[in-house]
């Protein structure tokens, strides 16, 4: 029920895309979205104590879908990096899941990064919880297109001279070469 609810929210945004992309109306929530992929990742990170050194626990990676679904809480850790180099802590808005809403990071994955020609950026992030906060849970959910739609890079995102990608793919071929690069060790 919780991804089902996740996907739903992932549809009432994509006409808010389209519009900050001009795109036409339906492109992505009708043609690309019709049959969405999303995953759900869930993940503990026990708490090592109040004296214990702060550890990386996720290291620094981009997610692969288009968009990704972070639920918030009441516990630092989750960063994200800035051209620059710096990693800057997300703030905790909302509280904890469960007290009657839920608060959301929405972040862009490589997808979305391949689809717009580097136009809109994955966000290179990581985990690394506070030592003697309590534990913390993440249950992102990764979401992307479905598996037989065909990607070219998105109208207005380049010309044929300057796309980084001029051959389309599916949303399936793409997760699959993701997941290659991850395991050789390319990401």
Do not use: I
Not at 6 to 26: K, N
Not at 101 to 126: E, I
């Amino acid at each position: 029920a919780y991804a089902s609810a996740v996907d739903g929210l992932g549809r009432r945004l994509l006409p808010l895309l389209e519009r900050a992309m001009s795109l036409p109306t339906g492109l992505l929530a009708v043609e690309a979205f019709r049959d969405a992929q999303y995953f759900l990742n869930l993940r503990h990170y026990p708490d090592q104590g109040a004296g214990a050194t702060r550890v990386c626990c996720v290291p620094p990676h981009t997610d692969s879908g288009v968009l990704t679904f972070l639920p918030q809480q009441g516990k630092p850790g989750f960063e994200v990096c800035l051209p620059d180099g710096r990693w800057v802590p997300v703030g905790v808005a909302g509280g904890d899941v469960g007290n009657g809403h839920c608060v959301f990071l929405v972040q862009g994955g490589d997808c979305l990064r391949r689809w717009t020609n580097h136009r809109y950026q994955s966000a290179l992030h990581r985990v690394a919880p506070f030592p003697g906060r309590g534990d913390r849970y993440a249950m992102p959910v990764f979401w992307g297109p479905g598996e037989s739609c065909l990607m070219s890079t998105l109208p207005g995102c380049s010309d044929e001279a300057t796309s980084r990608y001029p051959t389309p793919m599916t949303y399936s071929d793409y997760m699959s070469a993701f997941a290659k690069a991850e395991n050789d060790g390319v990401l």
